[in-house]
Structure formats: C-alpha cells, structure tokens
C-alpha cells in the first residue's frame, strides 16, 4: 500500500459512542448532521469514529440493534457529506486504555478474546460493503508491551474472520505504549494488502498533556510554553523516521488517528504546534485525524479556539 486514499485529513468524533454516559439523551444530541456537516465544510476528507464495545452489545455479548442506530447514522452522514470514515472500537470487553474503565483480562481470557473477533465479525457482515469510504481500526491503544505477542497473533486471527465478509475494507492496526509511533516496529508483517499501521502522536506529552491529571507521565501542576518544549517541525520528521522505513520495507503505510492539545494551553501555542505536525506530516506523507472535534479537553471547534481554527484546519 503506498498511500492510504481518502483519509488524508480527519478529524476525531471523541465522545459521542465512547468516554461517554451512555445515556440516550446524550447519543441522540451529542453529535447531529450539522456537524458532518461543519467538517466536510472544514475540508476534512474524513472522520474517526470511537465507539465502545457496550453500545453495540448486551452485558452477555449479544447485539444491540439500538446501538448500532447510531453507527448507522454516522455512515449515512459521512455518505451525504463526502466524508470518509474510520469506525474504531475504544474500548472491547476486558479491555480499555484508560485504567479507570475497570475493563481488565483481555490479554489473558479467550473468552473475551472470542467475544472481541465476534463483535469484528458481527462488523464486517454489517459494513463490509462499504468499503469504499469505511475502514476498520481493531482497537484502541494497546497499553503495555507484555501484550504485544498475544495481540499480533489475534489481529491476525480477527483479520481472517473480517476477510470473509469484507476483502476489501482498510483495516487500521496500532501497536503497544498507547499506539506508540515507537512501538510500530513491534507489529506483525500486515496480513494483506488492506492493512495500514496506525499511531497516536501528543509529544512531547509534558506540552500537549499539561494538566492533565488522567495519566501518571507527567506532573499536573507544570505549565510549558511551546517554544520551551524544544520541538519543531524537523523534530516530528525525526520521530516519525523510523515508523516510515519498517511500514515501507513491509509494503505499507502509517496513519495517525490521533494528534492534538489539551485546552489549558494558549490558543497561540496551539496553533504553533499543529503547524509544525502538519509540516512533518505533509514532509513524510503521513495521513491523520485530529483529536478532537468538540470538548474532551481537545476541542478544535471549541470557542477558545475561534481566531486560530482557520489555520488549525487549513491542513488538519
């Protein structure tokens, strides 16, 4: 795969089926046409779509047609407004990135395991025909390096069940340390020519995660200004080098379906270091999708944001 067409520039739909309520209220309101709107007004040229194991399935694994309503809408959205769209399971039975979810022993239970490749299944005999403008991403941010073994061998188990109904759909594969672009190297040879490596990119964290009080890496209470950070465009580049050459050598290419900055930082900064990720990767030829749309502490579209936004999406 040389290039990942139709998912140059996205933009993330964080919080609407995932790091949710749940509540009916919510899923009914929390994202509407106006919004797919908005982005393909943007020039965005996709979205990513979280969702969670539990709103398309009972406590017992079985399927909710409710629940799938909403995915529904998403494709029936994206189809109207040209937009292009990655559905990504955030969080499976037994396991989530965010520790607070209390979803443990994915990793260690075949049980779950079986529950996870019959939720991909159940997509695919879904979704599978609309492989001209949906991919699949297999999981969020695998956490620690200890899975990597057990999770190369079940991404190719679940790529096989895919296959069956969906040959031709993209599917997004990311590797430990949280979709680390480091980690990539880690990842099995894709199963085909439809698979794409994916990754997550906030460095350096103590800039983009400032504040933030959900993650043990840094202090809370440090502030840092952008040029204090130290990085700069020819800095990503750096980063992303290594990733590029193992996708290359293995005939595919890298994908970033997260980038972004925490709302304590200034809207000026903000945009000084979007402006330097971008220009890595349009350098590298790398395609992305921002986080996030709206609040989750990333929101582009929020109003601290207003005299930037234009030049935040002008490259997305």
Known sequence: MKEFKGFKK???LGGWLSQCSYEKQHMDSFITEEDFRRIAEMGADHVRLP??????EDENGGFSEEGFKYIDLALEMC?????????????AAGFSFDKGEQETGFFGDRRLQERFLDLWEEMA???GGLHEFTAFELLNEVTDQSYITVWNDLVYECIARIRKHAPETPILVGSYWNNSVDAVKALRKPYDDRV???FHCYSPLEFTHQGAYWTDDIDPSVRMSYAQSGWDAGRFIDLFREALE???????????GEYGVIDVVSPEDT???????????ENCGIARCAWCYKRMDFGITDQRLDMVRDEIVKNL
Do not use: E, M, Q
């Open 125 to 127: 005999r879904r979704y």
């Open 271 to 281: 945009l000084r270091w979007y402006r330097d990720i971008h220009a890595a990767f």
């Open 246 to 256: 193992f996708a290359a050598a293995n005939n595919t290419v890298l994908y970033c």
């Open 51 to 56: 969702f969670d194991y539990n709103i398309i």
């Open 79 to 91: 189809r109207k407004y040209g937009l292009n769209i990655v559905l990504d399971l955030h969080k």
């Open 10 to 12: 996205g933009i993330n």
């Open 196 to 198: 794409v490596y994916n």
